[in-house]
């Protein structure tokens, strides 16, 4: 059976929180933020929120997007690295919230490659027949385990959601290729503990704050970019110059434009919302995807690439050929 995603929805908490904001708190400048990283502000997950709520309001609108009721989903993957719980999944409360009884449930954790992999994951199912309805949702409250205090990871990261629905299709399918990867030799280089870990690895004080060699991540990053997105368009048969819209993961700007240097990517084809939103993990792809086609960059048969890299190291990159339409 085939497979489309057939609408997209997402999710940012109101609180803003700016260069001119991170000033007072550390010391750092926006000029600093803003020529290292490409970051202007960042959303932050309000008091009575969390993942689960954010990954709701981002599912509800896909779905709505979609026309298609909650309760004919066989299946709810949530990707996150800041689940609400070590258990249950974060999805259980999802599921439950949108009222989904027939679904599946299930957190999906790969680093900031997350939301591609539950998409790829999504596509499997329904590609061998087993399921028809299925929502994949990305969120994120990873400010929760930034330490306010180290200037040098609490500038990057934000919160939010991004969501699809992706529906068995008779026509086509919109995935023309995937490519999943992990190099578990770089696990060490960005990681959140918890308290499950070995003693020596866990919080002594109750915090489990994320921690990360930026230098070694940007240097993997370029390459992960550039790299997956090669391996996906050959796999895709296609060339670069067949691309419409680039839609890489939203770490850092230097990062983007290095590796679309290396593929000789023009930047208009790139699509760029890290400014506004900071790092979203792995609800960046899905947020940036939801916003491409609410901006109308992404017109129905246009070719386009999602392409992620994060802690694992891992990285994740699919060619869509989008036709949300039946
Ligand atoms: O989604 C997952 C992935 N994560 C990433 O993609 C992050 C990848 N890494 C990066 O984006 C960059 O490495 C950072 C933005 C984290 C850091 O930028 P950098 O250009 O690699 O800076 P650096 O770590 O080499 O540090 C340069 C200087 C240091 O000072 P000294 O030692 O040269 O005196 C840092 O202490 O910049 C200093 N610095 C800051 N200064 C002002 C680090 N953070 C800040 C800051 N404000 N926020």
Redo the contacts with the bound molecule.
Sequence with gaps: MHARITGCGKYLPQRVLTNSD?EKM????DE??VT??GIRERRIVGDDEATSTMAVAAGREALEVAGLSPSLLDMVILATNSPDRITPASAAMVQHALGAPKAAAFDAMS??SGFIYALVTAYQFIATGAYKNILVVASEALTRVVNWQD???????GDGAGAVVVQANEHATDMLSFVLGNDGSGADL?YVPGPCGKLSDTSRDGHYYLS???????R??VNALAEASRQVIGAAGLNISDIGLFIP?Q??A??TQAAIKSLDIPSEKVFINLDRYG?L?AA?PAVALCEAVEQRRLKEGDLVVLV????GLSWAAVVLRWQPKA
């Design positions: 991170i550390v010391d750092t400048s600093w933020i290292r990283t680093g900031c200037r040098s990871t609490c500038v990057l990261f960005l990360m060699d930026g230098r070694e991540v940007f993997f990053a993961h770490a850092n230097r990062i790092n993990s960046s992620a890299f994060g802690a």
